[in-house]
């Protein structure tokens, strides 16, 4: 089997010139209690944690061959066991994404699922037993490595241990789908290769893949390896026995299954085939037959490294990754000025978010100011109780919640809050007379060097600056609601902006840990434009006729989040009417103002849905507000109509050097709309359905970007 597996590797291999090659290293050592003499493979490519080990075709070659020795060894009775373990801070981060795009046709795609599953199925055929030892980071392959071996033990250190494929657009083809189920049972796997994938890539912590069943032994991060082989030698001289609680192969297993097709409806309404085909596998697992499991996960592994899900969705890691971390059009970092102090004009809600962030990341004084004393107070409290929560759930200890504490305050007077600042950010009511004024007051009190930031949503930066005597130190700073979990932050240069407020804008974000995208002035940025326009267009065609059940539905298979009316009660009607007038004075002839919209704000109504039945039905009360005409258009008709829009207004924003590029966009739509990561973002989608070209003559991305090369 092995020159097989050689062979089917050196094939795969050479489709994969660039690959970071992994090295299997063996060593042997003796165990304590005299347990005998025992084969340590270390996964390691030779650099350091910040470029975690992956699993490519010469990877596995090198892993191979490393088991051809000890497979040798353990046959002729020379060692007692085997462990696999990883270079410091990371075990395995799975297969090289950066080859899995290059493969052009489904025998290479398969070749890649057998290659790896005929290397760790070595692991499981030992003459000795096998021990995973997962020290650091394990996703994807990492992970199923180890679930080939005989036993696991992980680190209470470790960071970030999932099966991320079905958040990518693959399912864990490694042995993930059959084995995982076999070893923890079917509702767990699910809640680690569907639910968890699907909610954002969710990680587990150490001590959750312990009482997950995952490990069978826990160990301190300090000394992980040695307590690690110490356990190792009590199992094999049998002091340790390892006992694992029996699988439910009854109705549990289909129950399990049944709720996995819940979740993945919930969330891509069956928009992406991953979750589903991942799920197939799992409900076969049943009969614990692990060959055919094996070769099921081969087959959809390479249907859908040949399907436009799986290149969207690395394309949206890629960018999330590094275009995110590397913001196009940013100045030179060296431009940017210390920030020691931050002052925010504002104590309302996303004010005091907002003061809380700076407070955390960048643990500098922050003081807030606002009209009166009682909204101060209740700024100042808002960031207090935030810390006390944090302290609760042992995020901060106690003495650095203290310290958070002291360093956030709360004034009337401005020049008293910012004669020392060095980065002021308003978060105040969206009106640009109440800003331009809030900034002609700030200015009068800050000091020369200060950023002036807005959090405007859609108004003008270079408007808002236009009366300062210094304008070219304001910048738009967006951020989105919830701050603390949307990444999104959209950069905005004013037309008089400078590079040194750019630069420190830039700066600031990568401290708070923000995705930063460089955005021109223009009306409502990226995200909001979009947004306002997708729902714009939603909004016509209930207001001409059609049933808003119908509108909602006909985008379904999007894969949205949310539905758009859900998003619209999230974002607030009478936002959501202020964005749609702001954008419809800019562009008229595109941008509408609902009047049921305005009717709705009007009454004060929260959204247009009430959930007395636990899910969301039309509200009686909106119903009767609605006026509407008698074009009732069908769900492909609503689709159609709502994704020309869109790319018409992706069209004109790149033409108008809204963004450097389709990818900004993109990377707007997954960190600051939750936009799905197997739609790629917008772009792609609409470049696959054929939408870009039918609107606007071309593909918004070149062939081969987020789609199967040709």
């Known amino acids: 089997m092995s020159t097989t597996t050689a062979e089917l590797l050196k094939g795969a291999a050479e489709l994969f010139p660039g690959e970071v090659v992994t090295s299997a290293h063996v060593r042997h050592l003796d165990l304590p209690y005299g347990a005998g003499r025992f084969a340590l493979i270390t996964l390691d490519n030779g650099f350091d944690h910040t470029k975690p080990t992956t699993f490519g075709p010469g990877s596995l070659a090198n892993l191979n061959v490393a088991i051809d020795q000890v497979e040798k060894e353990a046959a002729d009775g020379d060692i007692v066991g085997v462990g696999v373990t990883g270079k410091p801070f990371i075990f395995a981060v799975g297969a090289d994404l950066k080859g899995v795009e290059l493969l052009k046709n489904h025998d290479d795609a398969l070749a890649i699922g057998k290659g790896g599953h005929e290397v760790f199925k070595r692991l499981a055929g030992l003459a000795v037993p096998t021990f995973a030892y997962y020290n650091g980071a394990a996703m994807g392959g990492g992970v199923e490595v180890g679930l080939h071996c005989s036993y696991r033990t992980v680190s209470k250190a470790l960071p970030a241990f999932s099966l991320p494929e079905v958040f990518l657009g693959l399912v864990p083809g490694w042995g993930g789908c059959a084995l995982l189920p076999n070893l923890i049972g079917a509702d767990k796997a699910v809640s680690v290769i569907i639910e968890n994938s699907l909610n954002q890539n969710k990680q587990l912590k150490g001590k959750q893949v312990f009482e997950l069943g995952i490990a069978d032994a826990l160990f301190e991060g300090a ?35 049944a709720r996995g097709t819940f979740i993945a409806d919930s969330k891509v309404h069956g928009a992406a085939p991953a979750a589903y085909r991942a799920l197939e596998i799992i409900a076969n697992a049943k009969s614990g037959d692990l060959q055919a499991g094996f070769d099921a996960e081969d087959k959809a592994l390479a249907d859908l490294i040949m399907g436009g899900e799986l290149r969207a969705g690395i394309y949206s890691f890629n960018l999330v990754q590094k275009r ?66 944090l302290l609760g759930k042992g995020r901060v200890n ?35 007379g109440v800003k331009q004024q809030v900034f002609a007051e700030v200015e009068a009190v800050a000091p020369a060097h200060a950023i002036l930031a807005t959090n405007t949503s859609s108004l003008s930066v270079s408007e808002m600056a236009s009366k300062l005597k210094h304008p070219e130190r304001v910048v738009g700073f967006h951020f989105f609601n919830p701050v603390a979990i949307l990444p999104l932050l959209e950069i905005v240069r004013g037309e008089q902006t400078d590079d040194a407020a750019l630069a420190t804008a830039f700066g600031v ?30 909004q016509n065609v209930i207001d001409e006729g059609t049933p808003v059940a119908v509108a909602e539905k006909a985008v379904e298979p999007l894969g949205l989040p949310m539905s758009p009316l859900v998003l619209l009660e999230l974002v607030g009607p009478a936002i959501g009417l202020h964005v749609s007038e702001t954008l ?32 969301p039905e039309l509200d009686p009360e ?16 609503v689709r159609d109509r709502v994704l020309d829009a869109v790319a018409q207004e992706i069209g004109l924003m790149l033409d108008e050097g809204v963004v450097a590029e389709a990818q900004d966009i993109d990377l707007c739509l997954i960190t600051g709309a939750g936009w799905p990561f197997h739609l790629g973002g917008i772009t792609p989608y609409l470049d696959r359905e054929g939408v870009s070209e039918r609107v606007t003559g071309k593909r918004f991305l070149e062939a081969g970007v987020a789609s199967v090369p040709a």
């Open 398 to 432: 106690q003495d650095k919640a203290n310290r958070l504490k002291g360093l956030v305050s709360g004034v009337l007077d401005k020049a008293e809050g910012f004669s020392d600042a060095d980065f002021i950010i308003e978060a105040v009511f969206e009106e640009i």
């Open 622 to 637: 909106v119903a009767a507000l609605l006026e509407q005409g008698d074009v009732v258009l069908t769900e492909e008709q």
């Open 223 to 257: 000394d992980f390896l040695e307590q690690s082989l110490i356990w190792t030698a009590q199992v094999l001289k049998g002091d340790v026995k390892v006992e694992r609680p029996d699988v439910d192969r009854g109705e549990a297993w289909d129950q399990a299954v």
């Open 584 to 615: 419809n004075r800019a562009f008229p002839e595109r941008f509408t103002v609902s009047p049921n919209l305005a009717a709705v704000v009007k009454a004060g109504k929260r959204g247009f849905y009430v959930y007395d039945s636990g899910k």
């Open 324 to 389: 995110g971390k590397r913001p196009a059009g940013a100045p030179d970092k060296s431009l940017a000025r210390p920030v020691t102090k931050v002052g925010v004009v504002g104590a309302g809600l996303m004010a005091s978010q907002l003061a809380l962030l700076f407070l955390r990341r960048l643990e500098v004084p922050v003081v807030l100011t606002d009209i009166d004393q009682e909204r101060v107070d209740k700024g100042v409290g808002y960031v207090h109780a935030e810390i006390d929560k």
């Open 509 to 538: 974000a990568k401290k708070l840990k923000k995705t930063a995208v460089l955005v021109k002035d223009a009306p409502a940025f990226v995200v909001n434009r979009i947004l306002t326009r997708f729902m714009g267009e939603i």
